[in-house]
């Protein structure tokens, strides 16, 4: 069992970092709206330039500016995600704010009328990798089936070359096997390969996998429940009191 003291501590640090987080997710939001009002009315123009008696000629110059060379298209992406507030069928800010900072971003790409409740509930739920999918799945609908694309999400990581060697090779051999070629195009060959490699994966080490998850579980510490009261103590210093040095020093009222 987890100290007193120790989850109280826990307890106080992890609600302060979840206030901040969602304070850090609606910066975004905010930003974009102040963003949007000085491109829409071009206000831009009429900010002095630091050393200058003139104001800004372009907007992107005014932003690197100000951003200190931030990247035009975060801003424009917080531009974005301030207008689901907008418009035809506009959302709650508190309720833009509870999703992934990317998620609100796919939203964007959909129309206002297929913003629905379900949606937004999986916006501010589901992982990023899988909410993009899901948009794409909701855009593919309403294409004439000839032009609907698969749904593909980027990847990238950085592999040692020896793991990249193998891996190539691996892929190149499972292609070869008539579970893959079996003549169905609706995944590219390379793909079905590669969900073969990781069913075949799976299933020889399955039992060892849940033996190691069980292990996880089992030396989790228990955390007892904490009020929230004590959190809130803790996260608050103490008022000094009269005599208490203080980094060498009494206080003033000693």
């Known amino acids: 069992m987890v100290p007193n003291a120790l989850a109280t501590e826990a307890a106080a640090v992890d609600r302060q970092l979840r206030e901040q987080w969602v304070h850090w997710k609606r910066q975004a939001r905010v930003i974009g709206s102040l963003f949007k009002t000085i491109l829409d009315r071009q206000l831009h ?12 000629q372009r907007f992107d110059e005014y932003v690197a500016d100000v951003t200190g060379g931030m990247a035009n298209s975060t801003i424009w992406v917080f531009m974005r995600i301030h207008q689901l507030t907008e418009g035809s069928n506009p959302l709650p800010p508190e309720e833009v704010d509870a ?7 796919e939203l964007t790409k959909l129309k206002p009328e297929q913003r629905t409740a379900a949606l937004i509930r999986k916006a501010i739920e589901t992982p990023t990798r899988k909410f993009k999918a899901e948009v794409e799945n909701i855009k593919n609908a309403d294409l004439p089936a000839e032009k609907r694309k698969p749904v593909f999400v980027d990847i990238h990581e950085h592999w040692p070359i020896e793991l990249v060697e193998m891996f190539e090779e691996t892929v190149t051999d499972f292609s070869l096997l008539p579970v893959v070629r079996d003549g169905d195009r609706e995944m590219a060959i390379r793909h079905k390969a590669i969900m073969t490699i990781l069913i075949c994966a799976r ?51 000693a």
Do not use: F
């Open 45 to 56: 123009r009429y900010v002095r330039k630091p050393g200058s008696r003139k104001g800004y």
């Open 99 to 105: 999703m992934p900072q990317q998620n609100a971003y």
């Open 203 to 253: 299933i020889h080490a399955s039992d060892e996998v849940q033996h190691a998850k069980a292990e996880m579980e089992a030396h989790a510490l228990e955390v007892p429940n904490v009020t929230e009261t004590n959190a809130v103590e803790l996260a608050v210093p103490p008022p000094m009191r009269p005599g208490i040095a203080v980094n060498g020093k009494k206080s003033e009222h």
